[in-house]
């Protein structure tokens, strides 16, 4: 049976798309009701589990052989205004959709002893930020799109300032203020390009315009300036560390598995097919600050001895990569920067993770203080060792063809940020080694290790499906490149076709 046809046998005329997204909303007004606290828990996990059902069968019957929009859903909001309900994806947001709503029931099961005050607050923002993220992978209007995007900041926000570390105020807020003022900017390129665009919001009827050069210049750099932000590109990224040490373990594994995608996700969606010869223009500049981000991003991260901060920085040499792939405007490097985005959620928010089942154990983040965690939880040790790997993109694990296919798309087109490249993967070796050899090999050192417990049921429930990722990925990407191919293909000839 084809996919097409499945298609029109089971959804046809049914919102999937609403469904998908409002599902948790629904949710989040129903936790007020509940009594008990393995009530909330078992039903905010039942929720998120179905939303991820949806996702992977919109994975699964999604139509590989047309860059088209598919699922469309287009409803008038404000006619006046041009402003319109339209939702639709494609091949690269039905594998973020799918990610969001792996990470959104990990994210649940991460909590479940983690998260103990203020329990039902804390399921109510976990389910209106996934609400908000699966709606941004969706949207058709800008404006809708702007909607999801900014509320965003708010649950994420909260489940900082409320449910962090001891410094969590201050992280919450310089979190609020870069990715507020990067937004507000945003906004102003919006409307720009609403009124040149002929007072409509609709993506696809934008992307159809063509814009005047220097107009194109100006509306590249208010995106680049809310993008970089996200991403974060250096030297917008001193929000990030912060807000990871401090965040729970859950707001840590959205940070780094889907928010930290959103700007990328706006290069791809708005910069590069709607500003094609503004993208060709700062391209250079963009492969520099990639570049410098990658190889900073790896020197940071190897001076770091908190374990959660230095994941942080290592994000931002990895994030570094997907954006330096995306600009190399080659098969090979958007394609790799796509793949790694999708990568850098299941491995990073993998580490998150298991970060947040050690220090629940010994209330500790400093490296030095730990040693032999493979004597004495050998399950945990080795689960992370195959994290550290893929992180480490070694051959077999999803991180390598994610690196190799950048890699391979930017030599020829920017030898100097290749090789920066190739350094940071080195300097990214040192430091995942270091941590290795520090915290799972030697002598014992952590105090009361004697009576550390190993994984438990729920938290291989957490790992495996990751851990089934890292090597699908990595020994078999053939599905996966299949579903972005037409899309990225039609991207590129979006933006080479009409580059300086």
Known sequence: MTDSLMTSLFIENVPILSILIFLPAIGALCVPFLS???AVRWFTLTILFVDFLIAAWLLVIFDNSTAQMQFVESKPWVPSLGITYKLGIDGVSVLFLF???LLGWICVLASWNAIDKRLKEFMICLLAIQSLMLGVFCALDLLLFYVFWEAMLVPMYLMIGIWGGEDRIYAA??????TLAGSLIFLVGILVLYFEGGRTFDI?????????FELQRWVFIAFLIAFAVKVPMVPFHTWL???HVQAPTAGSIILAGVLLKMGAYGFIRFSLPMLP?????????????SAVAIVYGGFLALAQQDIKKLIAYSSISHMGFITLGLFTFTTNGTTGAVIQMFNHGITTGALFLFIGLVYERTHSRDIPAYGGLLKTIPFYGIFFAIFLLSSMA???TNGFIGEILVLSGTFGVNNWAATAGVLGALLGAAYLLGIYRQMLLGPVRIP????????????LCCALPLLLFVFWLGFYPKPFLSILQPTLKHLLEQTVGAGL
Do not use: C
């Not at 696809?204 to 005047?212: A, G, I």
């Not at 010869?277 to 600050?289: R, T, V």
């Open 36 to 38: 008990g606290k393995n």
């Open 99 to 101: 990610l969001t709503s």
């Open 173 to 178: 807020f310089k979190f609020f203020l870069y």
């Open 204 to 212: 696809l009827v934008l992307m159809d315009v063509s814009y005047d």
């Open 241 to 243: 560390p912060d807000a």
């Open 277 to 289: 010869d503004a993208s060709h223009y700062f391209a250079p500049l963009i492969q520099g600050l």
């Open 394 to 396: 070694v051959p077999g």
């Open 448 to 459: 009361g290790a004697a009576k550390m417990w190993d994984l438990n049921v729920r938290e």
